[in-house]
DNA sequence: TGTTAGCACTCATCAACATCGAGTGCTAAT
DNA sequence: ATTAGCACTCGATGTTGATGAGTGCTAACA
């Protein structure tokens, strides 16, 4: 257990280490508020918190800088709510008093916002599309060939596919198809969508219309890609202003990591929905060895997406979680009006 | 007028820079393929070359470098026409055998192929939104506030927006307005639809439809924002690996350039629709001092994109202009086979 | 017994300096 | 007109020494 003078040294070396991002010396610290011990005393502590794991040297007579186990305990048990400045707080809201009714717009706005608060890298998950559920299902023939299938579903969200058309086909023959699957997709959310149409609607089509097969091949063909929730970033060159990242090749490792959109759904979901953290190799991945990643959800069951704000492990944790709730509610509240 | 050892020893020089990213000294040249000279010989011709301002030195007693008046004459008057290798042609051609319907997926493919084959950066400018034409009008309520309009275009594009609906509008109202625009809208190009909705369509509705107004409102609201053709990048990385972006403020300043969309369209649309070489400061561009573009467009006079390549001055510009070239060739086959 | 002053020691950083070699320009010979 | 030869330039690399911020340890102190 550590003593209370410990933790504060602690928490005084991570805070100036996240400022500075330089090691922090015992005189540095013994001219902190607050400290009242000689530089002499500080450095028995130190050399204490090293030997327990929570501090580093980067060489044998430099000052100490937290290890992950340091971050680690300060983020479990040294974070203080921070209080965000009145500006801060309406320069969020600002973009949801525009009245924004696009939800994808609404996302994109609020990772901008993020990454600016923060000067870190904000990815945004939107929320799963295949929850949403049909609402009108719709052939719009393009030539004799061609045609767009569209589904609109319930929050108003539209997919759109192309369609290649069996020869054959009247305009009365994809009006009644267009009619049936209206009446029995109505209500299914889009992930059951292709299950749906091979089992049932499969059958009922082959009574009512001819050449239903083909067409019924391409619906199939175009509902089996399951389309994960989209994922926005912004201030991805924040990194780049990090002096831990000065490096190139950790520049690119990163950036290569987020170019792989797939990836990214794995790798930044939370676990359940409140404010999680990881801290450097917490992350299981080479490429974010120094990073950290404070992911936090919005939205409701329904609807659910994610808030995920990258940095160095030197990250100002306090500030980007006061950020990040304040943002995750407003967001929250943001959706479920526009239901 | 350069004589003929003098058009060699630049395209050597050129060539051979463009290989290494290395001055070229006398001695390297004396022992390429093809050349009988001297160093001293090729010293003399460099220094005169150097006085014509084709050719720079980094410092009093380094090799030469291409100047930016060197690529350009390069690029006028030494690019000889390259052959690509059947893999490489294939590599091309394989996203366009899996029958790619949808053209953005196309374009994205197309993007991401050309970034691989070049190892620079590719932009490419989708075809322009606002020439198409409605095809059809359809609005699908969702709840008794809100509606999503969507529009279907003549290339299968589909525009969609929500919208606010006024209290107290029928099912039957909707339809009965769906109707009307249906048949005054179609074919309109999508640049022309807020002026003929607000003068036109406008009119009609307020004989036939009572609270027609403030949907209205919604609907040029919706429509007033004209769309840009959008941009796809691929390999904004592959500027990493050029070794004269390895100054962090270079990256920086390029990639808050493609950050910003809207600066792109106008940058780098050509002039006209042969293949364009920018270099360097032609690019009227601080962050861009130090690449060249290559652009060239596809498709018809009807629906017309753009690719831009973009790397270092040091650029190969005999591979890209023949890749591109391909590229261009194929893209424009494959968007005016969908038709 | 916990705290602190004092001191020897370590090590990154930086400037000064020497060395090396690739490359040049010029001159004189071919 | 071409080229061999040579002095010269200058970036790159390596060495050395001084500086200073920081440590650990010991001994004195409250």
């Not at 994109?108 to 609402?135: C, F, M, Q, R, W």
């Not at 690119?252 to 990214?264: A, G, K, P, Y």
């Not at 974010?288 to 160095?312: L, R, Y």
Request: hydrophobic share 40%.
């Amino acid at each position: 257990m550590l003593t209370n003078r410990q933790l504060q040294i602690l928490q005084v070396i991570v805070d100036d280490f996240v400022m500075s991002a330089q090691p922090v010396g015992s005189r540095q610290i013994s001219k902190k508020e607050g400290i009242t011990y000689s530089p002499a005393t500080i450095r028995n502590e130190m050399a204490d918190l090293e030997d327990l794991g929570f501090l580093e040297k980067t060489h044998t007579s430099s000052g100490r800088v937290p290890s992950e186990k340091g971050y680690r305990f300060y983020v479990d048990h040294l974070l203080q709510p921070q209080v965000m400045t009145a500006d801060e707080v309406s320069q969020i809201q600002s973009v949801f008093k525009r009245h924004i009714v696009e939800a994808e717009q609404l996302i994109k706005e609020s990772a901008n916002i993020l990454s600016e608060l923060t000067t870190y890298t904000t990815i945004l998950l939107g929320p799963d599309v295949k929850k949403h559920k049909v609402k009108k299902f719709q052939i719009v023939p393009l030539t004799e060939q061609t045609a767009v299938a569209i589904i609109v579903t319930d929050n108003g969200h539209v997919e759109n596919r192309i369609l290649d058309l069996p020869p054959g086909l009247s305009p009365g023959d994809i009006e009644k198809m267009v009619n049936i699957l209206n009446e029995r997709l109505l209500g299914i959310p889009l992930q059951d969508l292709h299950f749906k149409l091979e089992l049932e609607a499969f059958e009922v089509l082959k009574q009512h219309v001819s050449t239903a097969d083909a067409i019924i091949q391409s619906l199939l063909q175009a509902t089996s890609e399951q389309k994960e929730g989209k994922v926005y970033y912004a201030g991805k060159m924040n990194m780049l202003n990090q002096p831990e990242f000065h490096d190139l090749n950790k520049i690119r490792m990163l950036m290569e990591l987020m170019d792989r959109d797939s990836q990214i759904q794995r790798l930044f979901k939370p676990f359940d929905s409140g404010i999680q953290i990881r801290i450097g190799s917490e992350n299981n991945h080479l490429a974010m060895e120094n990073c950290s990643v404070i992911t936090a959800s919005f939205g409701n069951s329904d609807e659910q997406g994610t808030i995920a704000i990258i940095g160095p492990t030197r990250m100002d944790y306090q500030r980007v979680v006061t950020v990040i709730d304040v943002m995750r509610r407003v967001l929250s509240n943001a959706l479920s009006l526009r239901q």
